[in-house]
């Protein structure tokens, strides 16, 4: 499959744990997007990155969300101190030109506890 | 800020019957206009796209859709559904100037065989 990929799918946390998550877009892809959906919405941007470089970024994003694309491939999103309001399928697209159409990925869902 | 909206949160509509689903969005520049569409444990797909030109566009599966810029609209239609088109269609806008794709909160269309 040569689609965006996700890791884990599944991710079942404590309140005030930290978790990271994983995508692997489109291999030629050079925008990668992060988006959050909660239940009977949807997608709400997060963050976009063209390379490694993260050029803009949603003033739904706390400061304890952060993510890397350190060598302009792969991203990571990292939640620090999950709050339970941080419960929600967490998305990753890529598309190949800025505007573009987007490829999604299937998603990390996240239950905090 | 800009937005989308999607006025029929539920639609459930026999075989056979003709699909129309609303989307608006607000922004009075330059747009790029998505469809996206979910099956049921699927990531999201996209259905189709407006960028330039002819204002009605075609996509996949038989489904078209209609940008009239004076009424800031571009709505999902489908002559004849089929049981297979249960899904969630996602209206998506991008807008000059940013890179992110804002949605809307989704149709959850459910076609009865």
């Known amino acids: 499959d040569t689609g965006v990929s996700q890791d884990p799918r599944h991710k079942i946390t404590k309140r005030g744990q930290n978790v990271t998550f994983r995508c692997d877009p489109i291999?030629?892809?050079?925008?990668l997007y992060w988006y959050r959906q909660t239940l009977g919405q949807g997608p709400e941007f997060l963050t976009y990155?063209?390379?490694?470089?993260?050029?803009?970024k949603s003033r739904l994003l706390s400061d304890r969300f952060s993510a890397e694309r350190p060598k302009g491939s792969f991203s990571t999103l990292e939640i620090q101190r999950t709050e339970q309001g941080d419960s929600a399928m967490y998305l990753c697209?890529?598309?190949?030109?800025?505007?573009?159409?987007?490829?999604f990925g299937q998603g990390t869902r996240l239950t905090v506890v | 800020a800009q937005s989308v909206s999607q006025h029929n949160h539920h639609v459930i509509l026999s075989e056979a019957a003709s699909l129309e689903l609303g989307c608006n969005y607000s922004?009075?520049?330059?747009?790029?206009l998505f469809w996206y569409v979910q099956y049921p444990g699927q990531h999201l797909q996209l259905l189709l796209k407006?960028?330039?030109?002819?204002?009605l566009v075609k996509g996949i599966k038989g489904f078209e859709a209609e940008f009239i810029k004076s009424k800031f609209s571009f709505n999902l239609r489908k002559p004849s559904v089929q049981w297979s088109d249960t899904a969630e269609y996602f209206c998506?806008?991008?807008?000059?100037?940013?890179?992110?794709?804002?949605f809307g909160t989704g149709t959850r269309l459910k076609v009865l065989a």
């Open positions: 998506a806008v991008r807008t000059s100037g940013t890179y992110k794709y804002i």
């Open positions: 407006y960028f330039s030109g002819d204002p």
């Open positions: 922004y009075g520049g330059t747009v790029n």
């Open positions: 697209a890529s598309s190949l030109v800025a505007g573009e159409v987007a490829f």
């Open positions: 990155f063209q390379n490694e470089a993260q050029l803009e």
């Open positions: 291999s030629e892809h050079n925008r």
